[in-house]
């Protein structure tokens, strides 16, 4: 299957500064990739739809402002969560469906980076 | 809105033996799939199994099988010889188009 990367692994940061967590598809295109957000003993959480080339599509309830996505290749997209606050302490992690349509209905995801907001 | 739903939020077995995960979903499409994502303490979402659901054989992964029905739109999941490393966090999941949704998870146990 891919091989996707997150960067950082494990960040912490201070109330009131910014964060940005790579997403990376080393084997393959893909236009679209996924960002979901999972507390502790929950399932997985969809925030965004990151689309190369186009604006996220984010789901009810994410704040755009906060949670920006930056899809610039169709090997990395970004996630940025400005302003954090203790609340956004949380593991994040991306999924990456590749552009090869034989594997379109399957997500491929990365590690997970988990963010503690001091 | 589709919806999955995981009734059990903690499973045991012990080693050796079978295990039974249940899911269920709400959709009213025709053309979907459905997964099996396995998530262990390194929190690395492991795919497991999928099925199509224009396939009416159920899909079979070594000692993963899942049971499809259709119609009761029920998605089970049988673990055979249960081993302690398939001891993991598991998610029913569901995709329509672009949209994946997944359920609450089952906390399952290997005992040994």
């Known amino acids: 299957g891919a091989v996707v990367s997150q960067h950082p692994s494990w960040v912490i940061c201070k109330s009131g500064t910014s964060v940005k967590i790579e997403c990376r598809s080393l084997?393959?295109?893909?236009?679209?990739m996924f960002w979901y957000r999972q507390f502790p003993k929950q399932s997985l959480m969809l925030m965004a739809t990151s689309n190369e080339g186009s604006k996220a599509t984010y789901e009810q309830g994410v704040e755009k402002d906060k949670f920006l996505i930056n899809h610039a290749s169709l090997t990395l997209s970004t996630l940025t969560v400005t302003s954090a606050h203790p609340e956004d302490s949380s593991f994040y992690i991306c999924?990456?469906?590749?552009?090869?349509?034989?594997?379109?209905?399957?997500?491929?995801f990365g590690p997970g980076t988990r963010l503690t907001v001091l | 809105a589709q919806t999955v739903t995981q009734s059990q939020p903690e499973m045991s077995v012990q080693e050796a033996e079978t295990v039974t995960l249940s899911c269920t979903y709400d959709?009213?499409?025709?053309?979907?799939?459905l997964f099996w994502y396995k998530q262990p303490p390194s929190r690395q979402m492991i795919l497991v199994i999928r099925q199509e659901a224009y396939k009416q054989q159920n899909a079979t992964e070594n000692r993963f099988s899942v049971n499809f029905q259709k119609a009761a739109k029920s998605f089970s999941l049988k673990i055979s010889d249960s081993q302690l490393g398939d001891a993991a966090m598991y998610f029913c999941a569901y995709k329509g188009g672009q949209n994946f949704v997944f359920g609450p998870g089952t906390r399952l146990s290997v005992l040994p």
């Open positions: 084997d393959f295109q893909a236009t679209t």
């Open positions: 999924s990456v469906i590749p552009s090869a349509a034989i594997l379109y209905n399957e997500q491929f």
């Open positions: 959709t009213s499409e025709s053309d979907y799939y």
